[in-house]
């Protein structure tokens, strides 16, 4: 495994201080940057950036004005490679949109559908794509195949990266009731290119842990240390926390523990 | 039902709160109930977390004056109380949403002269967010028709001039012109909701654009020339404000 590059989500009310910052490799970016962004320009030139906004859900096939915004994204950032997630958050028509990432049923049928566009999608952008795995909070009966499965059929059809997101897997496995490790164990780690690590916190209407704009405990961090330690292609590990409640000090100790954990 | 229908099926449950209590719901089966329904509910907080945060940025920013946060109300028993009926997305909800905010941030007083104006334009902004995404074309048609939710909004206060330095760090809350001025709100064909102010050709416009006026009617109704109807439309198709109904 190569030295992995530790970093962030770029928080623009955090501008001033990831401008001053020391000891982050990099900031992945969910929102293009506002025109009124004063600390753009010199957050553009220091850091490598990846591209890690909405581009669209890839159970359809994502339209010529989608695939040129993410190509434009893209070529501003200069990314490395290209995020979207395995995500099914609206309805076909529209009516509906959750607004929140949302996996979809893991089925042959979706399996074909996300293998078709995402194919459709690396072959108009310059860079590698990679997918990021999304928790489900229950199971859903029509699914036909666990998701570590569905991921690896993935995978193998479009030779795309896979963006591991640990506490997701952490999540999943808690309200699973098995150990992250085994749970961890199913997935397909040889794909992944990036990781994610975050808190996570006690959430009042879920009434058990969720991801939250905190410090990733000593836990998780142990868990991405034993992670990242059986992804060979691994390349990056970010911090995943885009809000407007996170703090500059969470984020910069908690890039320091991370590159400290590794 | 192909697998994408089911899909569907989930995210409305999740979405919608009455659909999610029905029978035809219920009746499938699909998931867990309770974890559906606790999903949903922290869907619905994050959901309108995001909007209040968005919509609401200027009462956020005069929150250091009124000590009053916008999105603290999805922690008020008020919000909890709208959840059995919450649609995500939907107008109706939208607009009870907002009018919790503007209720809980006007308690505390008036920041500034103009914020019974501002909070109107914030709550305005959201509700026409919301609602039903039907029409992704301009249409081709004759007959323009204004596009339902669009908003006329008349203020006391010359708003655009201050809400940029709302944003700006300021030690002074700073001041708006007293002098009126209307504001169109609308939502473009991708969503995004952009205002414009309203000169009275556009309010004119905005106002008889019912979809059975032709161009010629609505020139002489609005008492335009040609010319200045034709580029009124165009502004006005462009922020999603008009589309051209192709008839029945």
Known sequence: MSRLMVGAFYNPHLGAELVRAEGIDHLAMADPPAPSDTHWPAIKQRYTLLLHDYLGQLSEPLDDRAIARARSLAALYDTPWVAEHFQCLHTEDGTYNLNYVFPPLYTEEFLARFVANAAALQARLDQPLVMENIPGFFDVKASQMPEPVWLRRFFEATGAGFLLDLPHVWLEAHYRGLSPDTWLAEFPLEHVVELHVAGVEQDGDLRGPWIAPTEPSDAMLEFLAQAASRCPRARAVTFDAFSPSLTAEVLLASVDRIRAAL | ?248
């Open chain 2, 1 to 248: 039902m192909s697998d994408r229908a089911v899909q569907d099926l989930v995210i409305r449950a999740l979405a919608d709160a009455p659909f999610r209590d029905s029978a035809a719901w219920r009746g499938r089966g699909l998931a867990d109930q309770d974890r559906v329904e606790r999903f949903a509910r922290f869907l619905a907080r994050h959901f309108y977390f995001e909007r209040i945060v968005h919509f609401f940025k200027y009462s956020r920013a005069l929150a250091r004056v009124t000590g009053r946060h916008p999105e603290a109300i999805l922690r008020r028993p008020a919000f909890d109380a709208l959840l059995p009926t919450a649609v995500l997305g939907g107008r109706e909800t939208a607009r009870a949403v907002a009018g919790l905010v503007v209720d809980y941030v006007r308690e505390a007083g008036g920041a500034a002269p103009y914020h019974d104006d501002l909070l109107r334009y914030e709550e305005a902004m959201m509700v026409v967010e919301a609602g039903p995404r039907t029409s992704t074309s301009p249409g081709t048609g004759a007959a323009p028709q204004t596009v339902a939710g669009t908003l006329l909004l008349e203020l006391d206060y010359d708003l655009p001039v201050v809400l940029p330095k709302l944003l700006q760090p300021w030690t002074q809350v700073p001041e708006a012109p007293r002098r009126a001025a209307k504001l169109l709100v609308a939502r473009s064909r991708h969503g995004r909701v952009a205002v414009a102010r309203a000169d009275q050709a556009v309010a004119a416009v905005v106002q008889l654009a019912d979809g059975t006026k032709t161009l010629d009617d609505l020139a002489h109704a609005a008492g335009l020339r040609p010319a200045e109807l034709a580029a009124t439309l165009q502004d006005l198709t462009e922020i999603g404000a008009v589309r051209f109904s192709t008839g029945s």
